[in-house]
């Protein structure tokens, strides 16, 4: 299989060795890198579900879905290299595909909360910054997702020296900073990190506002800690806020409520709305997405794209 497939709608070529993409998209809303992988989900309730997850997926369809124009690099493997179709709005130019197996990840969860996680990942090593198309750097902001260290950090040097912003959610893939340079200096870079509890116990080494302060001590802007049912907690230099959600949900499988909370924050920020409002934004999205993706997504995310466009676009 060609690693450069095409896909309806979207060419790409390669320019100098440098790939470029010809989408017809001057400008870019969001780049997505990271992981595309098949999930299966196991609940205390006996039930067991399969559909096409990981970080930059999930959150470039929905983002996509809500108007923005968003570029995804990832590597799909066999069987999702043959099966994803294309979305309008996703360009798919910086995405590899290979015969491999695809990332598969076993989550189980209890009362809403990951109690256990089993990821086997061959391929997405075998991204690197040159892969990425040279017009992708025209982004407002780059979401980095579970990758290889040295290519988020690649990414992250490049794209900020173009003047995007750095957006980061170090997942359980990532070592702590206590233990890691790359990460210390890739946290330095970020504008936002999203972590939930777990990972931000993980990843500094204390939990609540103790861990926020150190994640803010390293040099992010700002850091988004969600909790769940509990909703989320924003910390900026100048404040810091809670975040409650508009309603609990009752579903038992939660996978992707993190990555849909990053898709709506940074769709309201790519329309130029304040933290404040794009949080409330992002909070409505995630309850009323949980109860609806199944066989209800697309129209959702038709209603909060109308609510974006009445925000204006930038």
Known sequence: MSETAAVPGVESERVSNLRVSRNPATSWDVICIGQTSFDTIHTDKGTSTQRVGGSAYISAKLMAGLGLRIGLVS???APLADTIQARPNLDLAGVLRRPEPAVHITLKYERQQLRGLQISD?????LTEARIPRNY???RFFYLTPAPIKLLCDVAKQALAKGARIVFTPKEDFPSVQKSESMRQLLAKCFMCFVNESELRRLTGVSGTQGISVLRDLGVKTVVATYGSQGAVI???KETWNVTPPAISKEDDVVGAGDCFAAGMLAALSRNVDLHRASAFA???VALWLSNRTDQEAKTLKKFATQLSSYGSN
Do not use: E, N
């Open 283 to 285: 909070s409505d999205l």
């Open 75 to 77: 590597c799909w493997g």
């Open 122 to 126: 061959r391929i997405t090593k075998l």
């Open 137 to 139: 750097y025209r982004s």
């Open 235 to 237: 910390a900026t230099p």
